[in-house]
């Protein structure tokens, strides 16, 4: 077999036209443009990259930004003033706080501090217990929920598919397993203690891979038709960037496979859109 591609970058485009078109559409009828803001603390040059991409996305569709560019030395007192004044900014419906903190700060108390109904990342407390109950508006993960799309886009029925995910992160690996739960899948997470990954992974119709290792699953691990999600993005020595499926020999026994890159990071920015938008529909206190 030979793999189909899942083309993240196309898809996600469509997805960006579309909340373009809803956004001039908000504009048509008086309504105010949809703001984010994004809070980038220290200089880490990988985070200023994805920032520099998130605020570019934003502006491709007609998104109000801003950013917030703490230096190193800020105090978590001060970031958390911080959030508390762009809860109560009427111009902002999405709040994204730029991951990783220094270790110094309390992740969680940060995120814990933005209002769900601005937690456009989906990584509050409240909104993933919404997603664990199957509760509806919810600002979801945007990790897992582009992967969702991009399933939704092979056409394949969900229900009663054995789907494994490998990597167990706050961010990635576990709301993916509630995601696929709640469409019907029957769940396998995977992490460092697992015994026999091989043959887990082999047993998966759906294989999501959130690991941070280069090439670390061949294809003889993955069994033949699988839908093959790479959510992993890796640097090798000669500077390329590689998932965490070895690539070639997957897509031969894979029916559908994402590239990488092009295949869910595309899908990750396109949701953070989709939610920035919900969100401002959640602050007219429409139903998201
Ligand atoms: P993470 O927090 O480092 O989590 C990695 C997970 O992999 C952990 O749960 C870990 O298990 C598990 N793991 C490590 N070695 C393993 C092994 N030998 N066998 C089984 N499981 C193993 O990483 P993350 O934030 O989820 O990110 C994972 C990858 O996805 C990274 O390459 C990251 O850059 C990429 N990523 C991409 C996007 C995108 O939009 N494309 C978004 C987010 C992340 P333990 O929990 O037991 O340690």
């Given at each position: 077999?030979?793999?189909?591609?899942?083309?993240?970058?196309?898809?996600?485009?469509?997805?960006?036209?579309?909340?373009?078109?809803?956004?001039?559409?908000?504009?048509?009828?008086?309504?105010?443009?949809?703001?984010?803001?994004?809070?980038?603390?220290?200089?880490?040059?990988?985070?200023?990259?994805?920032?520099?991409?998130?605020?570019?996305?934003?502006?491709?569709?007609?998104?109000?930004?801003?950013?917030?560019?703490?230096?190193?030395?800020?105090?978590?007192?001060?970031?958390?003033?911080?959030?508390?004044?762009?809860?109560?900014?009427?111009?902002?419906?999405?709040?994204?706080?730029?991951?990783?903190?220094?270790?110094?700060?309390?992740?969680?108390?940060?995120?814990?501090?933005?209002?769900?109904?601005?937690?456009?990342?989906?990584?509050?407390?409240?909104?993933?217990?919404?997603?664990?109950?199957?509760?509806?508006?919810?600002?979801?993960?945007?990790?897992?929920?582009?992967?969702?799309?991009?399933?939704?886009?092979?056409?394949?029925?969900?229900?009663?598919?054995?789907?494994?995910?490998?990597?167990?992160?706050?961010?990635?690996?576990?709301?993916?397993?509630?995601?696929?739960?709640?469409?019907?899948?029957?769940?396998t997470v995977c992490h460092e203690y697992t015994r026999d990954l091989a043959e887990k992974t082999r047993s998966?119709?759906?294989?999501?891979?959130?690991?941070?290792?280069?090439?670390?699953?061949?294809?003889?691990?993955?069994?033949?038709?699988?839908?093959?999600?790479?959510?992993?993005?890796?640097?090798?020595?000669?500077?390329?960037?590689?998932?965490?499926?070895?690539?070639?020999?997957?897509?031969?026994?894979?029916?559908?496979?994402?590239?990488?890159?092009?295949?869910?990071?595309?899908?990750?920015?396109?949701?953070?859109?989709?939610?920035?938008?919900?969100?401002?529909?959640?602050?007219?206190?429409?139903?998201?």
């Open positions: 077999m030979s793999a189909r591609i899942l083309d993240g970058k196309t898809i996600s485009a469509d997805l960006r036209a579309g909340v373009k078109a809803r956004v001039e559409a908000l504009l048509a009828g008086g309504g105010r443009r949809p703001g984010l803001a994004v809070v980038l603390l220290g200089r880490d040059p990988a985070s200023e990259v994805y920032v520099r991409n998130k605020r570019n996305a934003c502006a491709q569709v007609g998104f109000y930004s801003e950013l917030h560019g703490l230096s190193e030395a800020s105090s978590q007192g001060q970031l958390l003033a911080l959030i508390d004044a762009l809860n109560a900014d009427s111009r902002i419906d999405g709040i994204l706080i730029q991951l990783p903190l220094p270790d110094r700060i309390d992740t969680e108390a940060v995120i814990e501090r933005i209002l769900p109904t601005k937690d456009v990342d989906g990584f509050h407390p409240y909104n993933i217990g919404r997603l664990a109950l199957r509760t509806p508006s919810v600002l979801r993960p945007c990790t897992p929920k582009g992967i969702m799309t991009l399933l939704a886009h092979t056409g394949r029925a969900l229900e009663g598919l054995d789907a494994v995910v490998v990597g167990e992160s706050d961010i990635v690996g576990r709301p993916m397993a509630l995601e696929l739960l709640a469409a019907r899948c029957t769940i998966a119709d759906v294989l999501v891979t959130a690991v941070g290792r280069p090439r670390f699953i061949p294809g003889d691990w993955v069994k033949e038709g699988a839908l093959a999600i790479d959510v992993g993005i890796n640097r090798t020595t000669d500077g390329s960037l590689v998932g965490d499926l070895d690539f070639a020999s997957v897509s031969r026994r894979a029916a559908w496979i994402t590239p990488v890159p092009g295949g869910v990071g595309p899908m990750t920015i396109a949701s953070l859109l989709e939610n920035t938008l919900q969100a401002a529909r959640l602050q007219l206190g429409e139903p998201g």
